[in-house]
């Protein structure tokens, strides 16, 4: 994994950075002073990113340490070479890319490729599904000599702690896996994560917990009335309801948002009172407030046990952390 410069550059200078007390002073300017942990709070979310990749650059690294030990034991138990152990663990069992494989990259890529034909691109489509098929074996094998060769990982991903302060959830109470997201409703990435959370939730119906706090974005002018209608909604117990409903509505307008309140079946009177009195403002401002604190500048923001996942990723990243998190509680 390469590491982009200003990437190592923030990692070497984070490394070599001394230790201050968070109450020390890193500036004065005239009569004001700017402590460590002012500092701190102001750059939160740029460190939280670094932190986590940081992590990242090290787990890659771990991973492939671990795979050549995995490796020149198992070839010194057989006698072997590393080199010669991979040709017959690896490479043999790999199946030729079929037809098929060949047709559905070709597909997918097809707008991409400046209308050349399947049979000019065919061998660099193959190239690449024998890597892949390659790097998915390789990985079998590893996760086969883990089990033989008791390997334990030690490397621990960066966490923060975080508040539900309360918030509408969805899951199991005791799941072994919480989601803390901060969304926006005008947010076109919140939208877009909206499937990505419901095929989460889909595939770890026992095992994940959602808590969804608010943090509407101040340039977007519905947003922070739409967090206040579904928490409105949310006290006549219909907040999921109410929340599908507004990320798929194209108007978030104040009468639209009264006009969703009663498309779920609720009191509209009481609704309408909540709604124009702003009840929930305060919670709104707290979730702001909380979600800033931890890190978060920009939605979506998920907090996956603590551990920080920025922006409408696609489902293949949250999987890959709840497995981890999954492995680490079993």
């Given amino acids: 994994m390469h590491?982009?410069?200003p990437l190592?550059?923030?990692?070497?200078?984070?490394l070599a950075a001394p230790v201050r007390a968070a109450d020390q002073p890193v500036a004065t300017v005239g009569s004001v002073t700017i402590t460590q942990q002012q500092?701190?709070?102001?750059?939160?979310?740029?460190?939280?990113?670094v932190e986590n990749q940081r992590y990242e650059v090290l787990s890659n690294g771990l991973e492939?340490?671990?795979?050549?030990?995995?490796?020149?034991q198992e070839a010194k138990a057989r006698n072997v070479t590393p080199q010669q152990l991979e040709q017959t663990e690896v490479t043999a069992k790999i199946a030729a890319p079929t037809d098929a494989e060949i047709q559905q990259v070709y597909d997918a890529n097809k707008a991409q490729l400046g209308g050349q034909t399947l049979e000019q691109v065919k061998p660099?489509?193959?190239e690449y599904l024998k890597d892949q098929k390659a790097e998915e074996r390789k990985q079998a094998f590893v996760d086969e000599l883990k089990k033989k060769y008791k390997t334990t990982i030690a490397l621990k991903p960066p966490v923060v702690e975080v508040s539900e302060a309360g918030r509408p959830a969805k899951g199991p109470a005791k799941a072994p896996v919480t989601i803390v997201m901060w969304s926006d409703y005008e947010c076109p990435f919140c939208k877009r994560a909206e499937p990505t959370v419901g095929q989460v939730m889909k595939a770890y119906p026992d095992k994940v917990r959602l808590v969804f706090r608010n943090y509407p974005l101040p340039f977007h002018q519905h947003a922070r009335p739409a967090a206040n209608a579904a928490l409105c909604a949310n006290a006549q117990g219909k907040f999921w309801e109410y929340h599908d409903k507004a990320f798929a509505a194209s108007d978030l307008s104040?009468?639209?948002l009264k006009k969703i309140a009663g498309e779920v079946g609720l009191d509209q009177k009481k609704f309408d009172e909540c709604f124009d009195k702003k009840q929930f403002d305060?919670?709104?401002q707290k979730d702001i407030d909380d979600g800033s604190g931890v890190g978060v500048s920009g939605t979506?923001?998920?907090?996956?046990?603590?551990?920080?996942?920025?922006?409408?990723?696609?489902?293949?990243k949250f999987k890959e952390i709840i497995d981890q998190e999954l492995a680490s509680k079993s």
Avoid: T, W, Y
């Fill in 64 to 72: 492939e340490m671990v795979a050549e030990a995995l490796f020149a």
């Fill in 39 to 49: 500092l701190e709070q102001k750059v939160k979310p740029q460190l939280v990113e």
């Fill in 8 to 14: 190592a550059l923030a990692l070497a200078c984070a």
């Fill in 3 to 5: 590491i982009r410069l």
């Fill in 282 to 284: 305060a919670e709104v």
């Fill in 300 to 316: 979506p923001a998920f907090f996956v046990n603590g551990r920080m996942i920025s922006g409408a990723q696609p489902f293949e």
């Fill in 124 to 126: 660099r489509i193959v």
């Fill in 254 to 256: 104040d009468a639209n």
